[in-house]
């Protein structure tokens, strides 16, 4: 009897071993040959990069495979032998089926698990979004073309709604799932889109649990966010040391005025040179007041004739610098910049009062600093 009760206790033990799957995958993939290769990456905490965790092999269009259950949530992707792309989802302690359409990977379907339901939620969001943007910039091109002023007006101001709308929905999916790892991933699109000045998208951050901020994308924004914030509106701008045309060094420190306008530009850059006659006409404006103007060129290597022809023909009449470094100079990459034209507001004391400023707004900003309003 002692050995019947032992046995019936290892075959319970043994079943319930079997059932309790943690992170669980399987899934079927129509009309694809048996023993094509599944491959299962996920993001990597040191390269920040997908790399391979484990494989299977399809078996009459269907596979499944029980993987070590992770210790966080972590964006995770699907690879199909000979197909092109991959299925993204969430690896979390959960049982996850796929249904893969292997002509177009993106609509697979992903269920199990509340970061998966979360997670499609956000992405089936996206593509509403995008799908009604596209759409109505070709409406606008059509109305722009059409010279019809009226339609132009209403379009710009319905894709204006569903950006406010997009920025409402992202914020409320932080605020109300602060535990999830979907909010990292929005935040990270937030900061990577400039969608929130970096100051809000910290706060956003810091309301995050523990677990979800120690995240490898977690780690990476929580350092991205201190760099974003030291160039934020409201901090100092952190000095910096950069060729002359003349092959001197100038700071910013020494470029200082009253009000400091730090122009990122470059001679290669189209709507920089558009854009390089109002800035002349606002310091010829308030020269005399008190204005300065230091501009950074993100010039290539090897084309410094370019750059000084470039503020010889746009008449530029303040400072210049450049490490002729492209998008690799260290300036830029100080002030975080991603695109140009891009201009910082520095007050006497050298706060960054405001960014990304153009035409009269710009000039209207530097006539209130120096009371010329």
């Not at 920040?48 to 596979?63: A, Q």
């Not at 992707?77 to 049982?95: D, R, S, T």
């Not at 520095?346 to 120096?370: H, M, P, Q, S, Y």
């Amino acid at each position: 009897m002692r050995k019947i009760i032992v046995m019936l206790a290892v075959a319970t033990v043994f079943a319930s071993c079997q059932e309790d799957k943690g992170y669980f995958i399987s899934g079927s993939v129509p009309d694809m040959e048996n023993g094509k290769m599944v491959y299962v990456s996920e993001i990597d905490e040191n390269t920040n990069r997908p790399k391979r965790i484990d494989s299977t092999t399809l078996e009459d269009g269907e596979f499944e495979l029980d993987l070590e259950d992770p210790e966080t949530p972590n964006l995770s992707f699907l690879e199909f032998e000979g197909l092109q792309g991959n299925v993204i989802y969430i690896a979390e302690n959960e049982k996850i089926n796929f249904k893969v359409y292997k002509d177009s990977l993106r609509t697979s379907e992903v269920n199990g698990g509340k970061e998966n339901r979360l997670l499609y939620d956000y992405l089936g969001h996206l593509k509403n979004v995008n799908e009604e943007v596209t759409k109505g910039r070709s409406e606008m091109q059509s109305a722009f073309q059409e010279q019809d002023s009226t339609k132009l007006a209403t379009l710009q101001e319905t894709e204006t709604e569903i950006i406010d709308n997009d920025k409402v929905y992202k914020k409320k999916i932080v605020k109300e799932n602060p535990d999830s790892f979907v909010s990292i991933m929005v935040i990270s699109d937030m900061l990577r889109m400039k969608s929130y000045p970096a100051n809000e998208i910290k706060e956003m951050f810091d309301g995050l649990s523990e677990e979800v901020k120690n995240t490898a994308i977690g780690k990476q924004i929580a350092q991205n966010l201190e760099k974003e914030n030291k160039v934020a509106v409201g901090s100092k701008a952190p000095n910096f040391t950069a060729p002359t045309p003349d092959g001197d060094e100038l700071s910013l420190k020494e470029a200082m005025g009253k009000v400091t306008v730090i122009d990122f530009w470059a001679a290669w850059c189209k709507p920089c040179r558009v854009e390089n006659p109002n800035l002349v006409r606002t310091y010829n404006k308030y020269k005399d007041d008190g204005l300065s103007v230091i501009g950074v060129s993100l010039d290539r290597p090897g084309q410094k004739d370019r750059w000084i022809q470039a503020i010889e023909e746009d008449g530029l009449p303040w400072h210049q610098v450049s490490n002729l470094k492209f998008w690799q100079d260290p300036v830029a990459q100080l002030y975080r910049i991603q695109a140009i034209p891009a201009a910082f507001v520095l007050d006497e004391k050298g706060t960054i009062v405001a960014r990304d400023l153009r035409g009269d707004d710009l000039d209207n900003k530097i006539g209130e600093l120096l009371n010329k309003g």
